[in-house]
């Protein structure tokens, strides 16, 4: 009996590892139909990040995703030429479920090295996404980057979203584990962001380890530098990518209209030094004028004593 429950037992492992393999693999097919962005509009346009740079372990699971919308057509390309591939071009193929946005394969090999592209497009408009796969023989010793998060301008009242994410390939054992938060950079000091507004999103087999940062309602707070930390196992092997969260510029006053403005002032100041001189001398000037007209009105006789004829 105890052979045969230990039997048992080592069965409904292996299935269970079975399933959670399949589920893991269907997650990572699906990668388009979650964490997307809040788009309102139905234009042509990627609805998440786009990913540009991939990485695979040989024999091993592999996906490459272009999330889109209001598209009428999805083409895929590696180096140029179109799918499908013959086998020693790559082996990665179509899933019709997630409406051609995937490839995969399920044994990476090291033909499907090379540039792919996707090309979405409908009767007025075309849009690429790019991105280089390189397989390896083994897992990385450290985190590879695949996302790095980029610079935002966000006006207030609005949302930020940052989007970090890395490759550290299938680590083996039970205990060592891959970690991945956001924290709030200061210029001599790091505050670790809540777990409510960070999503960690895994992918391929955990082999990808991503995380998004929302900040709802940005305030003049919320404006400064974030950093995204990733680390295998132990700080030994860490991976650190940072981006800053702008408020929307100022804008500078154009110059001939900042002279313009110069110049009004000092000819307003001119006048204003005009008048006061003229009303604090006005009675000198009254007084002038007065004596010069009495001065005219002297007979020509007496002011320069010429002798009169009696």
């Not at 393999?21 to 809040?38: K, M, Q, T």
């Not at 540039?115 to 409908?122: A, D, E, G, L, P």
């Not at 966000?154 to 083996?172: D, I």
Request: proline share 5%; aromatic share 10%.
């Amino acid at each position: 009996m105890s052979k045969l429950s230990l039997r048992s037992l080592a069965k409904l492992k292996f299935v269970l590892i079975l399933l959670i393999n399949v589920v893991s693999r269907v997650a990572g097919i699906d990668h388009c139909s979650s964490h997307l962005f809040a788009l309102n509009d139905t234009s042509t346009q990627f609805t998440k990040e786009v990913v540009n740079h991939e990485y695979a372990v040989l024999n091993q699971f592999k996906s490459l995703h272009c999330c889109a919308k209001g598209y009428r057509s999805i083409e895929w390309f590696k180096n140029g030429k179109p799918y499908p591939w013959p086998g020693d071009v790559s082996t990665l193929i179509l899933y019709p479920e997630a409406s051609n946005q995937t490839i995969y394969t399920r044994h990476a090999s090291l033909v499907d090295n090379g540039n792919y592209t996707c090309m979405v497009s409908n009767e007025s408009l075309k849009l690429e996404q790019h991105m280089t796969l390189i397989v390896q023989g083994n897992s990385p010793d450290a985190p590879l980057p695949t996302y790095r998060p980029k610079d935002q301008t966000v006006q207030l009242g609005h949302t930020a979203r940052f989007y970090c994410e890395a490759f550290v390939g299938n680590l083996g054992l039970p205990d060592v584990k891959s970690d991945i938060s956001w924290y709030r950079v200061y210029e001599r000091d790091q505050e670790a962001i809540p777990d409510d507004q960070q999503k960690v999103i895994r992918r391929e087999d955990n082999q990808n380890i991503g995380a998004i940062l929302e900040l709802t309602n940005v305030d003049v707070k919320s404006y400064g530098r974030y950093m995204c930390r990733i680390e295998m196992g132990n700080s030994a092997h860490r991976l650190e990518m940072s981006a800053w969260l702008f408020g929307p510029p100022i804008k500078a006053e154009d110059s001939s209209s900042a002279l313009l403005q110069f110049l009004a002032i000092f000819l307003a100041c001119l006048a204003f030094l005009a008048l006061l001189t003229v009303y604090r001398y006005a009675p000198t000037w009254r007084q002038i004028n007065r004596k010069n007209s009495n001065q005219c009105r002297m007979d020509p006789a007496e002011k320069f004593n010429i002798p009169t004829r009696p």
